[in-house]
């Protein structure tokens, strides 16, 4: 099916993605601005930071993979703006990845601003966990789905991971579906999105006509969507519902938190359902025709951007995971289909 395309906005940032560089910052209104903070050694190469003011209050959403870089980079956008860090008052951000909520912890101590995320966000890791049994679990799991012992090492998550993942922030406040960001001059509204992340959040911006997605809708990629362990037993159905949410017009300015900002949310939340769709369909293609006994083997045989052969590491850790979304989510819709599956333990927000 061939769906209409979206409308490009966001002109020099899509020129920069194209030319594999960071973008200008650019003042989307009188009082937004959007500010590039680099994702050093990750294909997305940056995030979009978003940058509004109020009256004496000034929120910065989603500020980026924690770096000196990163910070220079703020810094800098901030002071185009006419700011410095300490005149930060809230930090929101759209949900609990590091090339998101990363710079929280050093801004907050920098700036004395509250960080805030959504009410039914997890906290992947927290500091009291025995890393050694994480460790231990996870491998278990990947094991479960296939993953062959010559690579489980790759894909597994590592120790490293792990503890960068505990030193993120702790959000100050927690922001339920409906409500509206506390910052005195901002109508900034809470979606409740969870797919992408258990509790990711997107922004609505009426008074400015914006949308800011985080990674819920992008304009060019499909956000992944993971089975995570602990985590929400259905998260690709969970995705559905939040897309149809959020797609309730048509005309307002997307501001996602990589690639470019575009218009046209309906259009391209119908342009994610399909390609999400279509995944599910090849999926059953491949139990169809290959017969695999595992979430790993099914994998193999999808089709990916730069092939199977490709994937490394943390993208092959990604593929596996998106690919056991599907089947849960396939199951849920009445398929039989005799791949094991760990059933995802609660997770419980922190």
């Given amino acids: 099916m061939i769906l209409p395309p979206i409308t490009l906005t966001g002109h020099a940032q899509k020129e920069a993605w194209q030319n594999k560089v960071l973008p200008?910052?650019?003042?989307?209104?009188?009082?937004?601005?959007?500010?590039?903070?680099?994702?050093?050694?990750?294909?997305?190469?940056?995030?979009?930071?978003?940058?509004?003011?109020?009256?004496?209050?000034?929120?910065?959403?989603?500020?980026?993979?924690?770096?000196?870089?990163?910070?220079d980079h703020l810094t800098a956008g901030l002071r185009q703006a006419g700011l410095g860090l300490t005149d930060l008052t809230g930090i929101v951000v759209?949900?609990?990845?590091?090339?998101?909520?990363?710079?929280?912890?050093?801004?907050?101590?920098?700036?004395?601003?509250?960080?805030?995320?959504?009410?039914?966000?997890?906290?992947?890791?927290?500091?009291?966990?025995d890393l050694d049994l994480v460790l231990r679990t996870h491998s278990e799991e990947l094991t479960l789905w296939g993953v062959p012992a010559d690579r489980l090492a790759e894909v597994a998550v590592n120790r490293l991971e792990l503890t960068h993942l505990r030193n993120l922030a702790d959000p100050d406040l927690r922001l339920i579906d409906g409500s509206l960001v506390p910052a005195e001059g901002l109508d900034l509204r809470v979606v409740t999105t969870p797919g992408h992340s258990p509790g990711h959040i997107c922004l609505v911006d009426?008074?400015?006509?914006?949308?800011?997605?985080?990674?819920?809708?992008?304009?060019?990629?499909?956000?992944?969507?993971?089975?995570?362990?602990?985590?929400?037993?259905?998260?690709?159905?969970?995705?559905?519902?939040?897309?149809?949410?959020?797609?309730?017009?048509?005309?307002m300015e997307v501001c996602p938190a990589h690639e470019y900002r575009f218009s046209g949310m309906q259009r391209r939340v119908a342009q994610l359902v399909e390609h999400n769709r279509e995944r599910s369909a090849e999926v059953l293609r491949v139990l169809d025709r290959h017969r695999p006994e595992t979430v790993w083997d099914i994998a193999r045989h999808l089709t990916w951007s730069r092939g199977w052969d490709s994937l490394q590491a943390f993208s092959l850790r990604l593929a596996v995971s998106e690919t056991a979304s599907h089947v849960v989510?396939?199951?849920?819709?009445?398929?039989?289909?005799?791949?094991?599956?760990?059933?995802?333990?609660?997770?419980?927000?922190?």
């Fill in 24 to 71: 200008p910052v650019e003042r989307l209104g009188q009082d937004v601005w959007s500010i590039p903070v680099p994702f050093p050694g990750n294909p997305m190469r940056y995030t979009l930071s978003y940058l509004l003011l109020g009256a004496g209050d000034a929120v910065l959403i989603d500020p980026g993979w924690d770096s000196d870089a990163g910070l």
């Fill in 94 to 129: 759209t949900h609990f990845h590091s090339d998101h909520l990363g710079m929280a912890a050093r801004l907050r101590i920098a700036s004395r601003a509250w960080v805030a995320l959504g009410d039914r966000e997890v906290r992947r890791l927290s500091a009291s966990e």
């Fill in 329 to 350: 989510y396939l199951r849920s819709q009445g398929h039989d289909i005799d791949v094991p599956v760990t059933e995802p333990r609660p997770a419980v927000s922190r």
């Fill in 206 to 251: 009426e008074p400015h006509g914006l949308i800011f997605s985080g990674d819920h809708v992008l304009p060019r990629i499909s956000p992944h969507i993971a089975l995570e362990l602990p985590g929400p037993a259905n998260p690709l159905a969970d995705y559905y519902e939040s897309l149809d949410l959020i797609a309730f017009e048509d005309a």
